[in-house]
């Protein structure tokens, strides 16, 4: 089946630097990959979609600039918490869709914990 | 490997009642979770069991076994708004999310 990667697993970084995130397809081309947070129990959140060689779409109330998604190719795609706070502690999570409907699977990485001392 | 199946598709009528099973493999185990995911929108939690046994809420219920690897949501009084996919996600030890491919229920009048 279609397997999507998340690297790294876990991170914990001091406040202020920057993180970056990978989301790979492994073994199918993904269109369009989208950024979840997910706080514990609670609805995942969606940050963004991204399709291949255009600008991500954010959803409201999520900072550009903070959260910068690059979808260089079908297979990859980052995420980079700019100047990263406590309160960015959470966990990432992408999906990969192949097609470009919105009916089309996605699949889910197995997401990324993001501790910011 | 880890490993989660989960049925593909179901089908149901408008006001029956349907069980989407999960059946997981990883390695270590620290809890079991649905979500529904409409078309086009983010999945929404539904439901987190680690302990084995049933857990209702509303119409919805979640029953896990640990020893058997396996789970269930189960979905009452169905409604057409209840078309959608449901997705069973296993945390392992190490706290990663371990995927099913999720399952399209339809939903018929």
């Known amino acids: 089946g279609a397997v999507v990667s998340q690297h790294p697993s876990w991170v914990i970084c001091k406040s202020g630097t920057s993180v970056k995130i990978e989301c790979r397809s492994l073994?199918?081309?993904?269109?369009?990959m989208f950024w979840y947070r997910q706080f514990p129990k609670q609805s995942l959140m969606l940050m963004a979609t991204?399709?291949?060689?255009?600008?991500?779409?954010?959803e409201q109330g999520v900072e550009k600039d903070k959260f910068l998604i690059n979808h260089a190719s079908l297979t990859l795609s980052t995420l980079t918490v700019t100047s990263a706070h406590p309160e960015d502690s959470s966990f990432y999570i992408c999906?990969?869709?192949?097609?470009?409907?919105?009916?089309?699977?996605?699949?889910f990485g197995p997401g990324t914990r993001l501790t910011v001392l | 490997g880890q490993n989660i199946d989960q049925p593909t598709e179901m089908t149901a009528t408008e006001g029956a009642i349907v069980q989407i099973n999960c059946t997981y493999q990883t390695s270590g185990f620290n809890g079991l979770f649905w979500y529904q995911q409409h078309a086009g929108e983010a999945p929404t939690f539904l439901s987190y069991n680690v302990l084995d046994g049933l857990e209702e809420k509303g119409r919805f219920s979640s029953f896990l076994s640990r020893s058997k690897g396996y789970s269930y949501l189960l979905l009452k009084e169905l409604q057409m708004k209840d078309s959608a996919s449901y997705l069973c996600?296993?945390?392992?030890?190490?706290?990663?999310?371990?995927w099913g491919a999720g399952t399209k229920l339809i939903i018929k009048p």
């Open positions: 073994d199918f081309q993904a269109t369009t």
């Open positions: 996600a296993a945390l392992d030890s190490n706290y990663q999310l371990i």
């Open positions: 999906s990969a869709r192949p097609g470009q409907g919105d009916s089309d699977t996605q699949y």
């Open positions: 991204s399709n291949e060689g255009s600008k991500a779409t954010y």
